[in-house]
């Protein structure tokens, strides 16, 4: 049919006021397991340092009676560090901007800077959790932490087949390299878990959190005897496809499976949360900068480091392909 004539209608109007929802959705993850299951503690150098020891392997002994005593082999503890990194975020919103009126914010510059924080948190957690090397830095060059992945060196496994040219150096001569990935990537299995946490439980650790990617998160699920049907306790008909695992019994305990969306997919990560932790030389602290023309500026910005107590506690499983 036609439009009669004369009628307004809403293409030829002129005032139409705009629709737009005051509110702004954000889908961006927020989540940082790593850096909230973390102990945190203090850093008062740029290179934080620790102590390691352990006691000596259980033997038999049997002392003659009347005989003289005779000291034990001293072994002397073991210092290693990680550097304190600087990570940071800046805002800087134009006087005009913050004089408009904006939809889904009061304030942009408000809100950038939370956004700006949200973010910063998350870098933190993919710095703590990837493959990155310390370095003491220099002039023009920053200083970086070791991650999670860099410090496990004894207990691992390799999904891979033959783990052709892989490596983790760890700890050594003041720093820690980035391990080297194998050149080809196998499949995920049970087995490799079970293996990496009874190593753990050998060093004398006691891991209660397996920590994957998305990708090896739905592998470790798709392990034989996971997927089942759960019915209803009422009787019901509807019934429940089970296709996840929260907590995984081993031989040495329960740990609880938890997914990261920013450590890498390659690597699983067995951990001793008793000794991970976060220390911080300089917390979370937003400061204003100096104006420079007509906008308003500031800096969010931590230095902090991870402090992996003893790399014995924990383990990973490399070289994992990931695919679906």
């Given amino acids: 049919m036609a439009v009669p004539t004369n009628t307004v209608t809403a293409h030829s109007a002129i005032g139409n006021r705009e629709d737009l929802v005051d ?27 620790w102590q390691t020891d352990e006691l000596e392997a259980a033997a038999a002994n049997r002392a003659i009676e009347g005989d003289d005593a005779t000291a034990n082999t001293f072994v002397a503890s073991t210092r290693v560090g990680n550097y304190c990194q600087i990570s940071q975020k800046t805002v800087s919103v134009a006087g005009t901007q913050r004089a408009v009126d904006s939809a889904g914010r009061a304030d942009e510059y408000a809100y950038q800077i939370a956004k700006r924080g949200r973010e ?8 703590l959790t990837q493959n990155q090397a310390s370095s003491a830095g220099g002039a023009g060059t920053a200083r970086s932490l070791a991650s999670m992945e860099s410090w496990l060196a004894t207990n691992k496994t390799s999904a891979g087949v033959s783990a052709s040219g892989a490596t983790t150096p ?9 391990p080297t990935d194998a050149s080809t990537t196998g499949t995920f299995t049970k087995a490799d878990v079970d293996a990496v946490i009874q190593a753990c439980y050998e060093e004398g650790g006691d891991p209660k959190v397996i920590m994957m990617g998305p990708g090896s998160r739905s592998k470790f699920s798709g392990f034989s005897g996971i997927s089942t049907l759960e019915t209803r306790a009422d009787g019901g008909s509807d019934v ?12 040495f305990g329960i740990l609880k499976v938890v997914p990261n969306r920013f450590q890498r997919d390659e690597t699983a990560l067995i951990l001793d949360m008793e000794y991970v932790c976060v220390a911080t030389l300089r917390d979370m602290e937003l400061t204003e900068l100096g104006k420079t023309g007509d906008a308003d500026r500031s800096q969010l910005l931590t230095e902090f480091t991870l402090e992996v107590k003893n790399e014995k506690a924990s383990g990973k499983v490399t070289d994992i392909n990931s695919a679906l």
């Fill in 23 to 49: 509110m702004i959705y954000e889908i961006s993850p927020t989540d940082t397991p790593l850096l909230s299951e973390a102990s945190k503690s203090s850093a008062s150098a740029v290179y934080h340092e």
């Fill in 240 to 251: 429940t496809l089970m296709g996840a695992i929260d907590f995984y019994k081993s031989n």
């Fill in 120 to 127: 910063l948190k998350r870098d933190m957690e993919r710095a």
């Fill in 170 to 178: 760890g700890f050594s001569s003041g720093t820690v390299a980035a």
